[in-house]
């Protein structure tokens, strides 16, 4: 059995004295759609820089792929689109998606760019215009795109469909089977239950920095007697820990 893309085991975070994760242990498989949700101030976002190794934590560990989350190279195999992009105001979109992939070694191809907007909605003028001037939305669409053009084996997107409309996040989805197609691993966070249950394979609810369910969505409602995920989600989070 390969080893999963992404394995935590035991992960414990604390900020000064209050501790904001509590021995998070589970595993995504290679090829999976995962989605991580909870309310505001779960820790999820916690949890993905404790990945990306933008902090430490106390005890226990993060793999990639089999090898140890801050092991040189570990994160080469990744593209990661934090929940708030906020690109150099000074650059212009053309400039931005070069500086993102010239980073991970690779050739900014300007037709490439130019269908990766397309297929997102984004008018392709977006360009050659700084991104200072952009509207969420948009800024959201080129973030998506580098991230996108940089093909890699996996995929970490925080709060992907914030600041979307419904037809960019429809053709947003759409990208993501694409990648489904090809085997990649995805792990996105989401206050949006219906994109989790739409999208995603396997899920993992957090509450104040604890596990609380781990399996698919069908799993989930079964277990707590709903069809409605969201209704699942509120029992899950008001119920005890699981063991």
């Known amino acids: 059995?390969?080893?999963?893309?992404?394995?935590?085991?035991?992960?414990?975070?604390?900020y000064g004295q209050a501790k904001v994760l509590h021995g998070i242990s589970f595993e995504i498989p290679r090829g999976a759609f995962f989605g991580l949700v909870g309310i505001n101030g779960a820790g999820k976002t916690t949890l993905l820089k404790c990945l990306l190794d933008f902090c430490t934590f106390e005890s226990g560990t993060i793999e990639l792929f089999g090898m140890a989350h801050n092991a040189p190279g570990a994160r080469a195999?990744?593209?990661?689109?934090?929940?708030?992009?906020?690109?150099?105001?000074?650059?212009t979109g053309a400039d931005f998606l070069r500086y993102t992939l010239e980073m991970q070694a690779m050739?900014?191809?300007?037709?490439?760019a130019a269908h990766m907007l397309e297929a997102l909605d984004l008018d392709t003028s977006a360009l050659t215009r700084p991104v200072r001037s952009y509207s969420k939305g948009m800024t959201q669409k080129i973030g998506l795109a580098a991230q996108l053009l940089a093909d890699k084996e996996l995929?970490?997107?925080?709060?992907?469909?914030?600041?979307l409309d419904p037809k960019a996040r429809a053709l947003f989805k759409r990208q993501l089977q694409t990648l489904k197609q090809r085997s990649?691993?995805?792990?996105?966070?989401?206050?949006a239950l219906?994109?989790?249950?739409?999208?995603?394979?396997?899920?993992?609810?957090?509450?104040?920095?604890?596990?609380?369910?781990?399996?698919?969505p069908q799993s989930l409602c079964e277990q707590f007697?709903?069809?409605?995920?969201?209704a699942a989600f509120l029992r899950c989070i008001d119920g005890p820990v699981a063991s």
């Open 1 to 14: 059995m390969s080893e999963p893309a992404i394995r935590f085991a035991g992960v414990t975070k604390n």
């Open 77 to 91: 195999r990744l593209a990661f689109l934090p929940e708030r992009l906020n690109p150099p105001y000074y650059l």
């Open 107 to 112: 050739q900014y191809e300007p037709d490439a």
């Open 155 to 163: 995929y970490l997107f925080d709060e992907p469909t914030s600041g």
């Open 184 to 191: 990649r691993t995805l792990l996105f966070t989401s206050h």
């Open 194 to 216: 219906a994109d989790v249950a739409e999208v995603c394979d396997h899920m993992a609810v957090m509450h104040a920095g604890e596990l609380r369910f781990c399996g698919t």
């Open 225 to 230: 007697g709903e069809v409605a995920l969201e």
